[in-house]
């Protein structure tokens, strides 16, 4: 009778730690994925300003010499998405409005939609 009590006492408390085992990969699943969805958002947001300086500096007139100006664009033709070059208007600030700023749109939509669904698959 006492070996039954102590086997269901020692089943219990596999059960319990299952439990808890599972649970606890759950809570770090969840906290993995938000953190994950975050940092993807932030560096959207990111990639986005980085073509939001280039235009603002571009379009402004800042001199193309300037080592700023020169930072932001090398950035800038790296972050386009292949969009750097699909209008070509005869104005040059507007080529630069629509492309990099199309481009800016994409890279926060991305961020957007990528941090939802690891919102979403999150447990």
Known sequence: MM???AQDASTDTSEQRRSHTSDD???????VLTVAASVIRILTVV???I????VILAVAGAN???GITIF???LADNL???IGDLFLP???SLRIILNYGLAAVVWIAIGIIVSKLLNALAP
Do not use: C, I, Q, Y
Not at 25 to 31: E, I, N, S, V
Not at 51 to 54: F, N, P
């Open 72 to 74: 932001f664009r090398d």
């Open 25 to 31: 990969l759950r809570a770090l699943t969840r906290k």
């Open 51 to 54: 073509l939001v300086v280039h």
């Open 80 to 82: 386009t998405l292949g």
């Open 64 to 66: 193309p010499a300037n």
């Open 47 to 49: 990639f986005a300003g």
């Open 90 to 92: 005869a104005s040059e």
């Open 3 to 5: 070996s039954r009590m």
